[in-house]
């Protein structure tokens, strides 16, 4: 059916015309960045890894050095605590479970009001992250007239500071209500992808809304599911701009550093101007590999390519 | 080189035309006797051998412009002199080449960070920048860098340009902050300002709690001779705040800083060892600081335990100059920032606000400050780009008495030359004039290259004490542990 | 009969509300804040227009000092839009030539160039932050938004290379192919009969890259050290965080609003090229 190239080339006399001396053209630029600026990049950050780098850019190898220095880095193991605490629960309250329910919910009620409720969920992710965090930072403060405060004081709570008294809630919320439109868009086109005769067939076997769901639509978006867990898993683990943002991985002592935060810290914003590079890029290091080995999966596993031919999906 | 030679050539007429105007000047004055008559002549024929000298120079001399950067930090805005005194330099640089007829002008381009920016990102700037060849021609630092930037090569010696205008006017700066300057017998820098970290209190609250004018008054005498401890201080902060004066006890800065080794010191801590250049690690004094900090927070109530994530305004200035909190651990430039910010009129300051050194940790002990000069520094790229000698032509033009009081009394930072104390401005402060002796109780930072880690380290485990993620005996454990083990030889430990 | 569904549906439609009210709350406050002289929760204690008043110079003041420390708000402007213009153009050219030579070609070290854009496409760009400053550094790009645009561009290419070669593929051949025999280059044929056919694509990326390049907040601080190249996202975080706080938050509220125009823009008349970069595109959260 389809067009081949190849049978073209062969016997088209215009052969001259697709001559692949456009091909560099067309993608040598891309290939230039992305070596430069993402293969190199990955090389360079395991070599740093391997040195004592610092302000005097010197090479000063000192082999795993910095590797032996995590394992006995005292605050590795809490830091390494606070992201699988703000990984998995972000997931599972925000970006698969929070995705789910508005996806389900918009798609079962009239679809103009479920798509406007969708279109506010896309608003935070494309706000401005410094503006974005702004806001939650002014609704979190400790006055009385701010926004958590004027709420509860409905309920006759007492005015709190939400960023030292609730800092994982904060930063939960901040990171939750940007992570939900992803799984929330795959989440909804996946249920609308579902055909008609399906539910019909539930619907006259006398099957509640509920039942509906649990037998019918959960099971046929179990791919999509998993996707979306798996992609953001590595999101989440890798993110720390809401959080640099919001609390700066305090109040207190590393109370929300999380790994990717405690790398950026180290080279970046040291009081004195003593900067880590070295030791910062060995803990990036083990974020690259996690990165490059759940990558590779998400290729193999879900058929990534499929998902990303075919974009057009109208929610 | 031709930049270089300009540049020198330039110097070298100001130099000149410094001396002429000196000399005419002398000529000129009314004398109760005349010279003698071949002292005279050989004053003239000196004067015109110079002038001839002048013109030969000026001929050399290529018109144009030469351009020098600054970089500075407050971060707190009052110290915005640090920049503008460059500006102030560059006009009278600027005329003075006018009057000889030269061709040539001085431009200065500076930048004069504020907060946000925190020391932290400004020293990430001037590295990467330097690395970019972008940095400036001066630096303005802090003294205890020099170690790291004259290891690396960020910054030049400037011991030949001293000793050569040594009298024009560095003979003049105290010389203890010389001490902070040098490094491996080296000079790297010239300081810009000193100051104290004082221990601020309010008057009204002690009024409040019965305390007559008099006691008032004697605190900082108290605290002087060593008699009014820092637990002292915990009991007296925690009698205010139970009897509902204040809401909190004692505030110390929210961000990682060098403040609070003044506990440490008033413990009977070291911090360095002037001889082996080590720094210096007094296990008995660590141990009582670090259970100072937890009975503050956990025995006393009056520092929450949140206070290291605080907000600069809610949980620092706001809370002391409203009165609601009896203690402030600061420094001189924070009476600045309130007169300049508006938060107190000079009148408030000095009727409600007390201020004191650092408390001595136990009787047997000495009160303490801290100082922190803030130097200038002249970078590599600008002997790269020829401007060095221009460039320490402008600090030394900024090194006045009176150009440099325009940034101390703005910002309330101390005095760097003996004749800035008598300068007019200078004088009329009061509060620079009150807090002058604490300048006698006070400790540098070390200038090791490694100052940053003990820093951090120490950082890291006082705000786990704070929060109650490390009780003090565990906390000195492992502050004793990091230290060793990041620092290892660069400390000295005592017991 | 009917009063069952009716009450599941409004439950459904409470719970709904309940969940994304914060969003139209926090949105809200940001409107109000910018607008009154005071809030209390979300009820204004006053109107005013007072802090739209810094549109008139675009000067913003540290108070306590004589001084202009910050940018000019209109130079900030100006930064922003053009490090977002150049990422988005950049983008969308390199990303449609790529795309098309992936789609269309058949060359030796194709299906790896394939492989390797996907796994980037899925890495997180930002673990590379050290590693991108040595290199930017070494190329001379440290502190100019050049070196910004390019590490951008870099890192949103596999994306956007995915999401045109995806539309290059739903091409047909013999578009082209009547472009060829009519007497096109191969290059005119692509200028001139597929990329008409692709503006979906392109809107898409060029929204994509606009964004992302409006909205960048950590290379910018990181990559950038003069405030003669500030964008937005470092003045909201100045306003923001500064000891200084002292900046009326009406203020603060204001300069987000400007910086959030394009972002409303595109939130309310391009949604589906949104939606289309949000499903193909890697969310950093």
């Known amino acids: 059916m389809r067009f081949s190239p190849k049978k073209f080339f062969v016997s088209n006399s215009f052969t001259r015309k697709l001559h692949k001396g456009y091909l560099y053209v067309f993608l040598l630029p891309s290939l230039g960045f992305i070596v430069v600026f993402f293969l190199i990049p990955v090389i360079l950050t395991f070599l740093i890894g391997l040195t004592k780098m610092d302000y005097s850019f010197r090479w000063d190898w000192i082999g795993l050095g910095n590797y032996i220095y995590i394992l006995r880095d005292k605050w590795a193991y809490k830091i390494l605590g606070n992201t699988l605490f703000y990984v998995f629960t972000t997931l599972a309250f925000f970006n698969v479970g929070m995705a789910l329910f508005i996806s389900i919910a918009t798609t079962h009620i009239n679809d103009k009001i479920g798509s406007i409720f969708r279109s506010i969920w896309l608003l935070p992710r494309i706000t401005p992250s410094t503006v974005y965090a702004l806001l939650w930072l002014w609704a979190a403060r400790g006055e009385a007239n701010s926004l958590f405060n004027w709420l509860t004081s409905i309920f006759g709570l007492h005015p709190i500071d939400w960023k030292l008294t609730y800092p994982w809630l904060l930063v939960i919320l901040v990171n939750g209500f940007v992570g939900t439109s992803f799984g929330m868009i795959i989440f909804t086109a996946a249920l609308k992808s579902i055909p008609e005769d399906y539910i019909r067939a539930a619907k006259v076997d006398g099957a509640s809304t509920l039942q509906i769901i649990r037998y019918v639509e959960l099971p046929l978006i179990k791919w999509p599911l998993l996707f979306v867990t798996a992609y953001q898993t590595l999101s989440l683990l890798t993110s720390y701009e809401y959080i640099l943002l919001v609390t700066d991985g305090g109040p207190g002592l590393y109370t929300t550093e999380v790994w990717a935060l405690y790398s950026y810290h180290l080279a970046f914003a040291q009081y004195g101007g003593i900067v880590k590079f070295g030791y910062g890029a060995a803990l990036a290091t083990i974020l690259v590999i996690i990165g490059l080995i759940m990558s590779v999966i998400y290729w193999k596993v879900f058929r990534f390519r499929e998902l990303m031919v075919e974009p057009k999906i109208e929610v | ?495 | 009969m009917r009063i069952v569904p009716l009450l599941k549906n409004s439950i459904v439609y409470i719970i709904l509300l309940l969940v994304t009210l914060p969003i139209i709350l926090l949105y809200t406050l940001l409107f109000l804040q910018s607008i009154s002289v005071n809030l209390n929760g979300v009820i204004p204690n006053g109107f005013t227009l007072d802090h739209w008043s810094i549109l008139s110079t675009g000067n913003i003041r540290v108070p306590g000092t004589t001084t202009q420390y910050y940018p000019n708000l209109y130079l900030v402007a100006s930064n922003t839009f053009i490090l977002a213009v150049i990422i988005a153009f950049t983008e969308v050219v390199l990303s449609s030539l790529a795309g098309y030579a992936l789609s269309r070609y058949k060359f030796a070290g194709r299906s790896q160039i394939l492989t390797l854009t996907l796994i980037l496409h899925a890495f997180p760009g930002i673990t590379l932050l050290i590693a991108l400053f040595y290199v930017l550094n070494a190329l001379g790009l440290y502190n100019s938004l050049i070196g910004v645009v390019i590490v951008k561009v870099a890192l949103d290419l596999p994306l956007g290379i995915w999401i045109m070669k995806g539309f290059f593929d739903g091409i047909p051949w013999d578009i082209e192919m009547s472009a060829l025999v009519d007497g096109c280059s191969r290059l005119g044929a692509w200028w001139r009969v597929i990329m008409p056919n692709v503006r979906n694509g392109l809107m898409a990326v060029l929204i994509f890259g606009f964004l992302s390049g409006w909205s960048e907040f950590i290379y910018v601080l990181t990559f950038i050290a003069s405030q003669d190249y500030w964008t937005f996202s470092m003045f909201v975080y100045a306003l923001t965080t500064g000891e200084y706080s002292y900046i009326n938050p009406g203020i603060t509220a204001t300069v987000a609003i400007i910086y959030m125009i394009p972002v409303i823009i595109f939130f309310l008349f391009a949604q589906k090229y949104l939606l289309r970069i949000q499903i193909a595109g890697k969310s950093t959260v």
Do not use: C
């Open chain 2, 1 to 495: 080189m031709r930049r270089g030679q300009l540049n020198l050539i330039s110097i070298a007429l100001l130099i000149i035309g410094l001396i002429i105007g000196g000399v005419i000047g002398y000529l000129l004055a009314p004398r109760p006797a005349p010279p003698e008559e071949g002292k005279l002549q050989a004053l003239m024929q000196e004067n015109e051998e110079l002038r001839a000298k002048v013109n030969e120079l000026l001929q050399k001399l290529k018109p144009g412009e030469i351009k020098v950067t600054v970089w500075t930090i407050g971060p707190d805005p009052p110290s915005e002199y640090r920049l503008k005194n460059f500006f102030i330099a560059a006009d009278m640089l600027n005329s003075w080449l006018k009057m000889l007829g030269a061709n040539v002008t001085i431009k200065v381009e500076g930048e004069f960070y504020v907060r946000p920016v925190e020391w932290g990102e400004y020293k990430n700037k001037f590295y990467l920048a330097y690395k970019a060849g972008e940095a400036p021609d001066i630096y303005l630092t802090g003294h205890e860098d020099i170690g790291f930037l004259a290891e690396n090569g960020y910054i030049i010696p400037l011991d030949d340009y001293l000793e050569e205008y040594w009298d024009v006017i560095y003979y003049d700066i105290f010389p203890t902050l010389w001490d902070a300057v040098k490094y491996k017998g080296k000079i790297w820098a010239v300081p810009q300002d000193t100051e104290a970290r004082p221990m601020y209190f309010r008057k009204d609250v002690l009024r409040a709690l019965g305390w007559s004018e008099e006691e008032i008054n004697e605190l900082p005498k108290k605290i002087q001779s060593g008699e009014f401890t820092l637990y002292d201080l915990l009991k007296l902060a925690q009698e205010a705040k139970d009897a509902g004066l204040v809401e909190r006890g004692v505030l110390h800065r929210v961000k990682e800083g060098y403040d609070y080794f003044q506990f440490y010191l008033g413990f009977g801590g070291k911090l360095w060892n002037p001889e082996t250049g080590k720094m210096v690690f007094v296990k008995s004094a660590w141990e009582k600081t670090l259970k100072w900090f937890y009975d503050a927070v956990y025995e006393y109530n009056v520092i929450s335990p949140n206070q290291f994530s605080g907000d600069w305004d809610k949980d620092f200035h706001l809370p002391f100059t409203q009165g609601k909190a009896l203690f402030l651990s600061g420094g001189t430039w924070h009476k600045g920032e309130w007169i300049q910010k508006g938060l107190l009129t000079e009148d408030e300051f000095y009727d409600n606000i007390g201020y004191a050194l650092h408390p001595a940790g136990e009787p047997s002990m000495k009160p303490v400050t801290l100082s922190h000069p803030l130097v200038y520094t002249i970078t590599g790229l600008a002997k790269d780009r020829g401007v060095a000698d221009v460039a320490f032509l402008l600090i030394t033009l900024v090194t006045d008495p009176h150009i440099n009081s325009y940034h101390s009394v703005q910002s309330a930072h101390l005095a760097i030359l003996r004749s800035q104390v008598s300068d007019t401005r200078y004088m009329q402060d009061q509060f620079l004039h009150d807090v002058a002796y604490m300048l006698d109780y006070t400790t540098f930072i070390p200038n090791h290259p490694k100052w940053g880690d003990y820093s951090r380290i120490v950082y890291n485990i006082l705000r786990a004490v704070e929060t109650g993620d490390l009780g003090p005996e565990e906390a000195y454990n492992t502050l004793l542990d990091e230290i060793q083990s990041t620092l290892g030889d660069a400390v000295e430990i005592l017991p």
